[in-house]
């Protein structure tokens, strides 16, 4: 596919003088609008947008969904700055109410709790095909959903390996780093750590409001207590709880000897699919390191906060026993439900990882997480 895009898409330095307001161009006639995006969206798409284009070995499908993913996000940047002027400033500045943040490592099995907590009548959790493409309940949803299904297949035919890993569904629950502006998962496509360390200083707070923001512009009539998730939540506590005032968190809690490895695997297939060469030992070690310092700013922020706030999840408890673990989560957040849970399907391949492949061994994990480690107890086993 690469081979093949390459002579449309240039060689890869030729989108590199390319401005980001080229791209606000293109969102402003998807939109149909004049208006422009104000200066701090788009100054900070900018650095995300630059990252890219100047990161090393980007492939010409990278370049292409790269460009795509920021147009998209402009896009949806403009259409806010459109329902905003609708709205009062009370109406604009009110936060999502008593949502519902599932947290914790990556591959620790959020998504699995993330869908069973979504079964519950009083949760309402957004689906891919609201996240690529928010719009109010409703509104436009077969094109949508179609479009969120060719994203889905796209996906699984570029990366078969996905199907094992993370299996994509327009209609179903998925992360919602298609809202948040800035994150972690930016890193997942294309190595940009430049972008990371700007990451490291900025507050998400402002972040956080405009992601509660394309929630409510979501809902019609009475207001949805939405259930969200993303691992990239970790890194963001703080913020959250200054952003979402009664947000609870959900932390589910996995040995990180099992979760980094298998989170390398995911994130060598979706870089795979972005650049033509992946580094595997530097993937491990960023990704260490990455994931080390978000459980350190994620335990620092529950130390400042209430401790009703957190409800604790074993991931051993989680598989064991999914419904009656996610019932006891349901309940702790008053609510009677025992949710349904869906049979495995048994034409998935098994996802297989080790720590070696990615340059790690047991010893560093242990030592970069004993802190997390130390904290949680036997719930992380």
Same mark, same amino acid.
Request: charged residues 25%.
């Given at each position: 596919?690469? =081979?093949?895009?390459?002579?449309?898409?240039?060689?890869?330095?030729?989108?590199?003088?390319?401005?980001?307001?080229?791209?606000?161009?293109?969102?402003?006639?998807?939109?149909?609008?004049?208006?422009?995006?104000?200066?701090?969206?788009?100054?900070?798409?900018?650095?995300?947008?630059?990252?890219?284009?100047?990161?090393?070995?980007?492939?010409?499908?990278?370049?292409?969904?790269?460009?795509?993913?920021?147009?998209?996000?402009?896009?949806?940047?403009?259409?806010?700055?459109?329902?905003?002027?609708?709205?009062?400033?009370?109406?604009?500045?009110?936060?999502?109410?008593?949502?519902?943040?599932?947290?914790?490592?990556? *591959?620790?099995?959020?998504?699995?709790?993330?869908?069973?907590?979504?079964?519950?009548?009083?949760?309402?959790?957004?689906?891919?095909?609201?996240?690529?493409?928010?719009?109010?309940?409703?509104?436009?949803?077969?094109?949508?959903?179609? *479009?969120?299904?060719?994203?889905?297949?796209?996906?699984?035919?570029?990366?078969?390996?996905?199907?094992?890993?993370?299996?994509?569904?327009?209609?179903?629950?998925?992360?919602?780093?298609? @809202?948040?502006?800035?994150?972690?998962?930016?890193?997942?496509?294309?190595?940009?750590?430049?972008?990371?360390?700007?990451?490291?200083?900025?507050?998400?707070?402002?972040?956080?409001?405009?992601?509660? *923001?394309? @929630?409510?512009?979501?809902?019609?009539?009475?207001?949805?207590?939405?259930?969200?998730?993303?691992?990239?939540?970790?890194?963001?506590?703080?913020?959250?709880?200054?952003?979402?005032?009664?947000?609870?968190?959900?932390?589910?809690?996995?040995?990180?000897?099992?979760?980094?490895?298998?989170?390398?695997?995911?994130?060598?297939?979706?870089?795979?699919?972005?650049?033509?060469?992946?580094?595997?030992?530097?993937?491990?070690?960023?990704? @260490?390191?990455?994931?080390?310092?978000?459980?350190?700013?994620? =335990?620092?922020?529950?130390?400042?906060?209430?401790?009703?706030?957190?409800?604790?999840?074993?991931?051993?408890? +989680?598989?064991?026993?999914?419904?009656?673990?996610?019932?006891?989560? +349901?309940? *702790?957040?008053?609510?009677?439900?025992?949710?349904?849970?869906?049979?495995?399907?048994?034409?998935?391949?098994?996802?297989?990882? =080790?720590?070696?492949?990615?340059?790690?061994?047991?010893?560093?994990?242990?030592?970069?997480?004993?802190?997390?480690?130390?904290?949680?107890?036997?719930?992380?086993?």
């Amino acid at each position: 596919m690469n =081979t093949a895009l390459r002579p449309w898409a240039g060689e890869s330095r030729a989108w590199a003088g390319v401005p980001v307001s080229r791209l606000e161009e293109r969102a402003r006639a998807l939109e149909k609008t004049a208006r422009q995006v104000d200066p701090e969206f788009l100054g900070g798409m900018a650095m995300v947008w630059d990252a890219f284009a100047t990161a090393e070995n980007v492939s010409p499908l990278g370049r292409l969904a790269l460009r795509q993913d920021i147009v998209r996000r402009l896009a949806i940047r403009l259409r806010m700055q459109q329902e905003s002027a609708r709205w009062c400033d009370a109406v604009a500045a009110q936060p999502i109410h008593r949502p519902v943040f599932v947290v914790g490592l990556p *591959r620790s099995g959020t998504t699995l709790l993330h869908r069973l907590l979504a079964d519950a009548p009083a949760l309402r959790a957004p689906r891919l095909y609201e996240l690529n493409d928010p719009r109010p309940r409703g509104t436009d949803e077969a094109r949508r959903i179609r *479009r969120a299904h060719r994203i889905a297949q796209t996906t699984h035919a570029l990366a078969p390996a996905m199907r094992a890993m993370h299996p994509l569904d327009a209609r179903s629950p998925e992360e919602c780093s298609f @809202l948040l502006p800035h994150g972690l998962f930016h890193h997942t496509r294309v190595r940009v750590p430049g972008y990371l360390r700007w990451l490291e200083s900025r507050d998400f707070t402002e972040d956080y409001r405009y992601f509660g *923001r394309q @929630l409510r512009f979501m809902d019609t009539g009475t207001p949805s207590r939405w259930v969200v998730k993303c691992p990239s939540h970790l890194w963001a506590l703080e913020a959250i709880f200054s952003a979402c005032p009664d947000a609870t968190v959900v932390w589910v809690h996995r040995n990180p000897q099992t979760t980094l490895p298998s989170w390398c695997s995911l994130t060598e297939t979706t870089m795979g699919l972005h650049t033509d060469r992946v580094d595997l030992a530097l993937l491990g070690q960023d990704w @260490l390191r990455i994931w080390s310092q978000a459980t350190a700013r994620a =335990t620092a922020a529950r130390q400042e906060a209430d401790p009703e706030r957190f409800i604790d999840v074993s991931y051993r408890d +989680l598989v064991t026993d999914p419904a009656g673990t996610a019932a006891q989560v +349901l309940a *702790r957040l008053g609510m009677d439900h025992r949710p349904h849970v869906p049979a495995r399907d048994r034409r998935t391949p098994d996802h297989l990882y =080790t720590l070696e492949r990615y340059g790690l061994d047991s010893a560093s994990v242990h030592r970069a997480f004993a802190d997390y480690l130390a904290s949680t107890g036997d719930a992380a086993d």
